[in-house]
């Protein structure tokens, strides 16, 4: 009895260490090289140094992250920001304040903080989705940010690829499900074919492009945003790591880690068509004003994540579908899935607990 586990971003590493600790028999394929999927850390050459697909925060409302990381050893990985205090800029006044974490601050900040947690612009996203992000804020501990300490793959992918060893192969691509009535019962992977026995289960935790291809019949949110993020290397390392929201230009947050500054654009498909050098001659003079620096054309990296996650707009919130299948044996996790949460990391982390505690009780593997 073994549950296949297909796709090692953090939806599946979750599933998949949650069945570990259960007990259960589990083998994940990962298509590509490495594991970690949106949420990865490589080192990029032109900077030299390691950096993330984009700075990914949490915030202290993330309790399934946060349970996950210490259930792997790894929160000591994070930075817990605290107490819950926002340095701002603005850009065209240049006027600074420090946004607080009580009601009326969170709702004086309401579209920078709206547009990260969802990646879509406020005006055309669902107002559920809207209410399920500010109401998970009304604590101070909430709202702290939480920032990894040496990339977010060191703290959310790496320990559970170290728990997993030899379970997790990368460079398997699912290319194929094959089944009959309502089971799945073999696995593609280019030419090998694993066959599923009665009481295998199968998790696919895959965006919904590759859900698509593998599941056609399926009906899937196909509206997605993009997030773009410049990375420059400046010549100082501040003493712990700044974050700070800029409003009035183009940048809308950036981080300050060692000597790496990276500036974060959501809903970003308006920049996607712009090339690199426009866009790092644009972020660079407004992180420099924001961080009162003085290098000049600093080394740079720009990475555009095109279908960073799905829009929140209501007809995306609504196509979002629950884990369960037409194929009994077969479930689904991921961020886009119908979790009652944003396309964040707690998103994909609460998917993947569920969707294994739904093999687990599909299957009885235990027992
Ligand atoms: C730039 C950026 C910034 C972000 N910032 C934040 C943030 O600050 N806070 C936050 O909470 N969230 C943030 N997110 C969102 C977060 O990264 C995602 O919610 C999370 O990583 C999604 O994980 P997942 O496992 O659902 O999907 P994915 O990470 O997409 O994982 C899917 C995996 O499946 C693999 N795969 C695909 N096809 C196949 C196949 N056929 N066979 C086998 N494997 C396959 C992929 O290679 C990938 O590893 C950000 C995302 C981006 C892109």
Same mark, same amino acid.
């Given at each position: %009895?073994?549950?296949?586990?297909?796709?090692?971003?953090?939806?599946?590493?979750?599933? +998949?260490? /949650?069945? #570990?600790?259960?007990? +259960?028999?589990?083998?994940?394929?990962?298509?590509?090289?490495?594991?970690?999927?949106?949420?990865?850390?490589? /080192?990029?050459? %032109?900077?030299?140094?390691?950096?993330?697909?984009?700075? /990914?925060? #949490?915030? $202290?409302?993330?309790?399934?992250?946060?349970?996950?990381?210490?259930?792997?050893?790894?929160?000591?990985?994070?930075?817990?920001?605290?107490?819950?205090?926002?340095?701002?800029? !603005?850009?065209?006044?240049?006027?600074?304040?420090?946004?607080?974490?009580?009601?009326?601050?969170?709702?004086?900040?309401?579209?920078?903080?709206? #547009?990260?947690?969802?990646?879509?612009?406020?005006?055309?996203?669902?107002?559920?989705?809207?209410?399920?992000?500010?109401?998970?804020?009304?604590?101070?501990?909430?709202?702290?940010?939480?920032?990894?300490?040496? $990339?977010?793959?060191?703290?959310?992918?790496?320990?559970?690829?170290?728990?997993?060893?030899?379970?997790?192969?990368?460079?398997?691509?699912?290319?194929?499900?094959?089944?009959?009535?309502?089971?799945?019962?073999?696995?593609?992977?280019?030419?090998?074919?694993?066959?599923?026995?009665?009481?295998?289960?199968?998790?696919?935790?895959?965006? &919904?492009?590759? @859900?698509?291809?593998?599941?056609?019949?399926?009906? #899937?949110?196909?509206?997605?945003?993009?997030?773009?993020?410049?990375?420059?290397?400046?010549?100082?390392?501040?003493?712990?790591?700044? *974050?700070?929201?800029?409003?009035?230009?183009?940048?809308?947050?950036?981080?300050?880690? !060692?000597?790496?500054?990276?500036?974060?654009?959501?809903?970003?498909?308006?920049?996607?068509?712009?090339?690199?050098?426009?866009?790092?001659?644009?972020?660079?003079?407004?992180?420099?004003?924001?961080? !009162?620096?003085? !290098?000049?054309? &600093?080394?740079?990296? @720009?990475?555009?994540?095109?279908?960073?996650?799905?829009?929140?707009?209501?007809?995306?919130?609504?196509?979002? &579908?629950?884990?369960?299948?037409?194929? +009994?044996?077969?479930?689904?996790? $991921?961020?886009?899935?119908?979790?009652?949460? &944003?396309?964040?990391?707690?998103?994909?982390?609460?998917?993947?607990?569920?969707?294994?505690?739904?093999? *687990?009780?599909? $299957?009885?593997?235990?027992?």
């Amino acid at each position: %009895m073994t549950v296949h586990v297909v796709g090692a971003g953090v939806a599946g590493l979750s599933a +998949a260490t /949650h069945l #570990l600790h259960a007990g +259960a028999d589990v083998r994940v394929h990962e298509a590509a090289p490495i594991p970690g999927g949106r949420c990865r850390s490589y /080192h990029d050459p %032109m900077l030299g140094r390691l950096i993330d697909t984009g700075t /990914h925060l #949490l915030l $202290g409302a993330n309790t399934a992250a946060l349970t996950y990381l210490k259930r792997l050893d790894a929160l000591g990985r994070m930075i817990e920001m605290a107490p819950a205090a926002y340095p701002f800029f !603005d850009l065209a006044s240049g006027h600074r304040w420090v946004l607080r974490a009580t009601p009326w601050g969170l709702a004086s900040a309401f579209r920078p903080v709206a #547009l990260a947690a969802l990646n879509t612009e406020p005006e055309e996203a669902s107002w559920l989705a809207i209410a399920s992000v500010f109401g998970r804020l009304l604590a101070e501990s909430a709202c702290r940010p939480w920032i990894a300490r040496h $990339g977010i793959g060191d703290a959310m992918v790496e320990p559970a690829a170290t728990r997993l060893g030899e379970r997790l192969r990368c460079g398997r691509r699912l290319t194929a499900i094959e089944s009959g009535g309502r089971q799945a019962t073999a696995l593609l992977f280019g030419d090998e074919r694993v066959t599923l026995s009665r009481d295998d289960r199968v998790i696919l935790a895959l965006p &919904p492009v590759a @859900i698509s291809a593998l599941l056609p019949e399926m009906t #899937l949110p196909t509206e997605t945003r993009a997030i773009v993020n410049a990375h420059f290397r400046v010549s100082a390392k501040p003493e712990s790591p700044r *974050l700070m929201g800029l409003v009035g230009g183009l940048a809308q947050w950036a981080l300050w880690r !060692d000597d790496v500054i990276s500036a974060t654009v959501s809903a970003a498909d308006g920049l996607l068509a712009e090339s690199a050098e426009a866009l790092a001659a644009r972020f660079w003079p407004e992180l420099a004003r924001a961080f !009162d620096l003085a !290098d000049e054309a &600093p080394v740079w990296r @720009i990475v555009k994540e095109r279908r960073a996650t799905i829009a929140a707009t209501r007809r995306a919130e609504r196509s979002r &579908p629950p884990a369960r299948t037409h194929l +009994a044996n077969l479930v689904l996790a $991921g961020d886009w899935i119908r979790t009652g949460f &944003p396309a964040t990391l707690e998103g994909a982390v609460r998917s993947g607990e569920a969707a294994a505690r739904l093999a *687990l009780a599909q $299957g009885n593997i235990l027992g």
